[in-house]
């Protein structure tokens, strides 16, 4: 039987909270930020590739990318002191990253992170000699997070001109995304401008940045959906007319949701445009544009080439 504490400082975000809150860092309870713990969120270790079992806690403030990074420029002398005295460096600072899973460019799989987007992010982040952490926690949570400094990226993010008012943007994409219509076979949507869908129910997801029109167009219901999944079923029950999402990622939920015979995709894409890492506002710009210069550089090697001749991303047969 655990004793109830009263309030006690949070170790992970240095507020107080009510006491009788509490999660567990070995057996010692110790209290946790309310509004940065989500029951049943779960951080991965690029590292070790396990779960640790915890609920995701962003870590504090003394620990963003901002204080890593300027600690790494002072470890910069000392590093050169051990090499001449024949040491060895500290590992590799470590960097948390949120994203929402979004299969097949960033998922889950026996408990490890994957897809190309993760994949292309831990290399650069390693040839930068930074470990990463990736946690999948609902898309609005993760802007949230990384808006307040409480954790250091969003993995997969479009540029938005709100977004970039906050948020911290390299000039090089991780990749290009292409957004299409998914409509139910029995009522096809094909998409040819927006006029098209005049009078029509469409999903959305919550968060998500889309096109202007898509906000703009006349005569339009719009809903938001918690998820992919969400908005592909409602579409196969018949509940909105259409669901906009990206095309790979559509196909591949569909399929693996088995409702890749029920749906149909617009062959000509609503929008397409690129996602990035998106750093938090207190990111230094010069640590920015280092990862700027090495995703660039990556992109130009055989293993860059190897891990996208690696990705597919099945359609509908």
Known sequence: MTRRTPDRRCLTGGRRTPHG??????????SVCELDTTEGQRRLCRRTGMMTGLPFQPRPRCMTIRA??????????????????????????SLELV???WPPLVDESDGQPGGPLWRVTDAV???MGYDSHLAFVPWKRALDLVARNRADAVLGAGKTAERVRLFQYPDEPLALSETTLFSNRNAPIEFTDFHDLAGKTIALSAGYSY????????????????????????VALGRVDAFVANRQVGWF???RLGLAGVLTASEKPISAGPVYLMFSPETPAAFVQAFDQALSAFRKTADYRRLMTDFSSPEAE
């Open 21 to 30: 809150r509490h999660c567990w860092h070995g057996t010692v309870p110790i």
């Open 68 to 93: 890593v990074f300027h600690r790494r420029l002072l470890a910069v002398a000392a590093g050169l002191w051990l090499l001449m005295a024949g040491g060895s460096s500290a590992a590799a600072d």
């Open 99 to 101: 994203t929402e899973a």
């Open 125 to 127: 982040l390693e040839r």
């Open 211 to 234: 096109a202007p029109e898509i906000w703009s167009a006349a005569g339009v219901k719009r809903e938001e959906v918690r998820d992919v999944r969400s908005g592909l079923q409602m």
């Open 253 to 255: 939920e569909a399929n």
